[in-house]
């Protein structure tokens, strides 16, 4: 235990320093602000930001990197409130409750506990790296590809939740996303699928591409003709803090939420991504009122922001101990210390303890600087809020374009953009719900691959999710929940769980 | 426009669902059209073809089911399409697609902010038209001063 | 401030409109480069590509006086950047990044590749090479590169091999490998080696094939193993020189490098051409540029073999071997009409 301390305040002796702590405060705040940019998530932020961090020192460069991505991300959860666009596949949940108690005069309510939650989230999940990292690395290391597919359909079955109306159209959504991750080239034949000959998609569609499309642009075009609905978001501004209450109400979600999103960061494989959607469903199934939920319920916003930060943080341990990148943003972070001659994996603790632990202590003033920076912008924030529409969906359309153009510097990619914003406007005109969609378009390809590669290495026996226990046991819940929502008892209380 | 007026959207005559219901047929049939060369097995081991016909099947079928409820209890009506919105909307993205290369941010910019204005009723033309220049030069000065994205500025003169 | 801003854009507007006056004269060619230069590196920030660029591009662009920007062009497997670099003006300010995939084997690998790499471009030189290899997870049953082989043999299909998707270098080179040992494995596929290798560790797969630039790290921390690096000259590769070669292991025609390079459009004013490719070979000459090539797990290629001329002999060379490659493996994709099973 005294080592653990020796370490921390080694690490902070490190991110104390004056420029390495400029070089945060730096990141945090360009992350925000560029990540707070509609249709611009943490993967297109880091990848536009990536270069300026090449020059300077390893230690400052990766410190303004972490900050960087904490910025975004919380940027990302702006966006996702104040306009309905989200950056990221886990910023698709904070959409559902934080724009509707934004459409209630609750933006200030629902920014603060979002930058709240995240803090809590982000100090847990740090100590756990401080603490545990070394120890956590073997857990990463039991789930196999058929693991990972048992996880994956149970993922899916969770999105069901997230619908507000109809089961059978949000589960025809998911399905809907799953068919459209599947467009592109086969990664195991090369086979061109769906495509129809245009070789321009072949790498598969951006998930900022749909995202952007079928929530950013589908939603101007929605306010657009119900001038009604738009003005009520920015005639009514309300208090800029959590009360008293809504904190209440928030505590247990965001501790559990903390949980399942450390827990979740850790797999490799992008587990972080099921975090957010994981909490918004127990939540709403543990809430007294599950039909508060899709309608400004502050649980929906404060679980899932803290299991979205604590994966985010947690998924620096496969990076940190293995030199795995769980996801595309750590992916970055890998490209970004090998310019530095970093290797990422356990040699950086042994003979780098000051860029370890450095970086950790830099990862909770990041996240403490985060609360500082976003808590006084919450006021400027909600502010946009009130410029008019007629002057605000423009801006919004050129930030799109920008960013979705930068992302790969492919027009083609904005080309799309409106393709799936036209999309996305027939699908509000017939009642389907985005959200859905967009979780089976991020866990699509991974199931598909998942189950692939499971049934490659157990050369085509489905035994192997029976003699692999974890994926047995996730693939036994999910039956067990299919077949509690078929019996006719509960199927009436769900009749009133889900539906208007 | 007749669809844009004050009691916009109104509704069509058909059930919501059934439309529903068909434009998932729709994509279904299209999918399977799509991916009818592709095998559902390879020797052994899954093939290409096994997960997006399988999901394609399954949405048809619901497709059938959100139909049939929609022909049988659909009570809510298919709302109008309206054109001006998405007209200039997804218009000015797509304006935006086709001159950021050629023409630059300098060009491409302030059209895309302009044409999209006009997908609201109320747009006031001069107002609009300041908005759109000084919006496009904070982000000229943002993204290609300080931020240094390679996104073209004004190719046919500078360049770049 | 508004003055500053106003100097500040307006003197790239006066240089360009100079530099558009006597655009294409040879007064042009004699002052190149006048502006920023773009470098089209057709993958996203991050990987080795992009990192490898910007180490030139650094260099580049103290040398010529200009700034060199990169320019991330993703898509279709870098077919989409390829064909931006081909269709781009051959002024000399836009040039662009290839390798052995995009500008050689990926003629055989993708379906209507939209530039031919042996025609369309003027190439200025190659950077970097990286050796392939064989890597299997820590506690594989072979000390070395025979007893792969025999336990290969032994197993056959119950051998799982892990690629990094279709087409792919890691795919090719392990086409390659199995070929000549005559062993059919069964293949697991992944999307890149970030997910490869965190199965090589947890022992779901045992082994895969890839590029010393990709596993380096790994090996060396000793949680994978090498087998069989593919050095062309039959030597150790001194990014990895404990392990061994192929040549040692018994196996000396498995010679794959991966090859990392820059090129220009075809049709470049011949003075242009002449900077530009006397930018890179300087750069490689730089010690700095080549201790940050060695860091990220490449060297510089020797001085014979990384000329503009020897690259497009390298390119020509490469075409061809890939197009035998896949041909003699009966295509990376299966034929279109697989008997149901």
């Known amino acids: 235990m005294p080592e653990f301390f020796d370490n921390i305040a080694l690490g902070f002796s490190?991110?104390?320093?004056?420029?390495?702590?400029?070089?945060?405060?730096?990141g945090c705040l360009i992350g925000t602000l560029i990540g707070v940019l509609p249709g611009v998530g943490p993967v297109a932020t880091i990848s536009m930001l990536l270069p300026?961090?090449?020059?300077?020192?390893?230690?400052g460069s990766l410190i303004?990197?972490?900050?960087?991505?904490?910025?975004?991300?919380?940027?990302?959860?702006?966006t996702a409130i104040l306009v309905n666009i989200p950056g990221e596949a886990t910023s698709v949940v904070t959409t559902l409750d934080g724009h509707q108690m934004a459409k209630q005069g609750r933006a200030g309510a629902a920014l603060g506990m979002a930058a709240i939650a995240s803090f809590f989230a982000g100090t847990v999940a740090t100590l756990v790296i401080a603490g545990l990292a070394v120890p956590l690395t073997k857990?990463?290391?039991?789930?196999?590809?058929?693991?990972?597919?048992?996880?994956?359909?149970?993922?899916?079955?969770?999105?069901v939740v997230l619908a507000r109306g109809s089961i059978i159209k949000a589960i025809a959504m998911i399905l809907l996303g799953v068919l459209m991750s599947t467009i592109g080239r086969d990664l195991v034949t090369g086979d061109e699928r769906l495509t129809f000959g245009w070789n321009e998609i072949d790498d598969g569609i951006d998930f900022a591409v749909v995202a952007m499309g079928v929530f950013g642009f589908a939603e101007i075009l929605r306010n657009l003709e119900s001038p009604e609905a738009r003005d009520v978001v920015r005639q009514r501004i309300g208090r800029l803090l959590p009360t008293a209450r809504e904190f209440a109400q928030s505590i247990m979600p965001i501790v559990r939420g903390t949980g399942l999103g450390a827990f979740l960061g850790l797999l490799p494989g992008n587990g972080a991504v099921l975090a957010p959607f994981a909490s918004y469903s127990i939540e709403?199934?543990?809430a007294d009122d599950p039909s508060r939920f899709g309608r400004g319920a502050i649980e929906g916003v404060a679980g899932p922001e803290a299991a979205n930060n604590a994966g985010a943080?947690?998924?620096?341990?496969?990076?940190l101990t293995l030199g795995i990148p769980p996801n595309a943003v750590m992916a970055l972070m890998i490209g970004a210390m090998t310019i530095h001659n970093l290797v990422p994996g356990p040699e950086i603790l042994t003979k780098q303890p000051k860029l370890f632990w450095g970086m950790i202590a830099s990862m909770w003033l990041g996240n403490l600087m985060l609360l500082v920076i976003n808590l006084p912008l919450v006021g400027l924030w909600v502010r946009l809020l009130k410029v008019p529409y007629r002057l605000m969906f423009p801006a919004i359309v050129l930030f799109c374009c920008i960013g979705i153009y930068s992302i790969g510097n492919n027009p083609l990619d904005v080309f799309l953009t409106a393709v799936f914003g036209l999309v996305g406007y027939i699908l509000i005109k017939l009642d389907f719900e985005a959200a859905p969609l967009l979780l089976g378009f991020v866990l699509g390809?991974?199931?598909?691959?998942?189950?692939?590669?499971?049934?490659?290495?157990?050369?085509?026996?489905?035994?192997?999710?029976?003699?692999?226990?974890?994926a047995f046991g996730m693939l036994t819940m999910t039956g067990l929940i299919l077949i509690i929502a078929a019996l006719p008892g509960t199927r009436q209380r769900r009749e009133t769980t889900f539906s208007d | 426009m007749a669809t844009d007026g004050p009691d916009a959207p109104r509704t069509a005559r058909i059930p919501r669902d059934v439309v529903a219901g068909m434009v998932l047929l729709l994509i279904a049939i299209g999918a399977w059209f799509g991916l009818r060369d592709l095998p559902a097995f390879d020797k052994s081991a899954i093939g290409p073809g096994l997960l997006p016909k399988t999901v394609a099947t399954l949405i048809g079928a619901l497709g059938l089911m959100i139909l049939a409820l929609g022909l049988g209890a659909g009570r809510e009506r298919l709302e109008r399409f309206s054109f001006r919105g998405p007209l200039f909307v997804l218009g000015a993205v797509g304006l935006f697609a086709v001159t950021i290369r050629p023409l630059g941010l300098v060009v491409a910019g302030p059209l895309a902010v302009a044409f999209s204005a006009f997908g609201d009723r109320n747009s006031r033309p001069f107002e609009v038209v300041v908005f759109a220049i000084v919006l496009s030069a904070l982000c000229i000065l943002l993204f290609k001063y300080i931020l240094r994205l390679p996104i073209p500025l004004a190719p046919f003169y500078l360049g770049y | 401030m508004i003055r500053g801003l106003t100097r500040r854009l307006l003197a790239p507007l006066a240089a360009a409109a100079l530099a558009l006056s006597t655009l294409g004269t040879p007064a042009a060619a004699q002052t190149f480069p006048e502006r920023s230069i773009t470098l089209?590196?057709?993958?996203?920030?991050g990987g080795a590509s992009d990192v490898s660029s910007r180490i030139m591009a650094e260099f580049m662009t103290k040398y010529l006086g200009q700034s060199v920007v990169i320019e991330n062009v993703a898509g279709a497997g870098g077919a989409t950047g390829g064909l931006r670099g081909k269709n781009a003006r051959p002024d000399g300010y836009t040039i662009g990044f290839g390798h052995m995939g995009t500008h050689a084997a990926a003629v055989s690998t993708t379906a209507k590749l939209p530039y031919d790499p042996t025609k369309d471009f003027d190439y200025l030189g190659i950077h970097l090479i990286t050796p392939h290899l064989m890597i299997t997870r820590k506690d594989f049953p072979a000390a070395n590169l025979q007893e792969y082989i025999a336990y290969a043999k032994a197993q056959g299909k119950g051998l799982k091999i892990a690629h990094n998707g279709a087409g792919s270098l890691s795919h090719l080179t392990c086409v390659v490998f199995f070929g000549q040992i005559g062993v059919e494995p069964s293949y697991v596929v992944y999307r890149g080696y970030g997910q490869v290798v965190n199965d090589l560790m947890s022992g779901a797969v045992d082994g895969s094939c890839d590029l010393i630039a990709s596993a380096r790290n790994h090996v060396m921390q000793g949680v994978i193993k090498a087998y069989g690096v593919a050095t062309v000259n039959g030597e150790r590769s001194k990014l990895l020189p404990d392990a061994p070669t192929s040549k040692e292991g018994g196996l000396p025609d498995f010679k794959i490098e991966s090859w990392l390079g820059l090129y220009a459009p075809k049709g470049l004013p011949a003075p242009v051409l002449a900077r530009l490719r006397e930018a890179v070979a300087k750069a490689l000459e730089d010690a700095e540029v080549q201790k940050k090539f060695l860091d990220i797990g490449g060297v510089v290629p020797p001085a014979a073999d990384r000329g503009a001329d020897r690259m497009l002999e390298i390119v020509k060379g490469d075409v061809t071997r890939w197009a035998e490659v896949v041909k003699k493996s009966g295509g990376i994709e299966p034929p279109k009409e697989e008997p149901k099973k």
């Open chain 1, 14 to 26: 490190v991110a104390l320093g004056m420029k390495n702590l400029s070089l945060c405060f730096l």
């Open chain 1, 52 to 59: 300026l961090t090449y020059g300077g020192d390893p230690i």
């Open chain 1, 64 to 78: 303004m990197l972490a900050g960087i991505y904490y910025g975004a991300q919380y940027g990302g959860s702006t």
């Open chain 1, 139 to 159: 857990f990463a290391l039991l789930f196999k590809p058929a693991d990972y597919f048992a996880l994956m359909v149970l993922g899916l079955m969770l999105a």
């Open chain 1, 284 to 286: 709403k199934k543990l």
């Open chain 1, 313 to 319: 943080q947690t998924a620096f341990i496969p990076l």
């Open chain 1, 445 to 470: 390809r991974l199931l598909e691959e998942k189950l692939r590669q499971a049934m490659a290495i157990s050369q085509g026996s489905v035994w192997t999710f029976w003699d692999h226990k974890i």
């Open chain 3, 40 to 45: 089209i590196v057709p993958f996203a920030a």
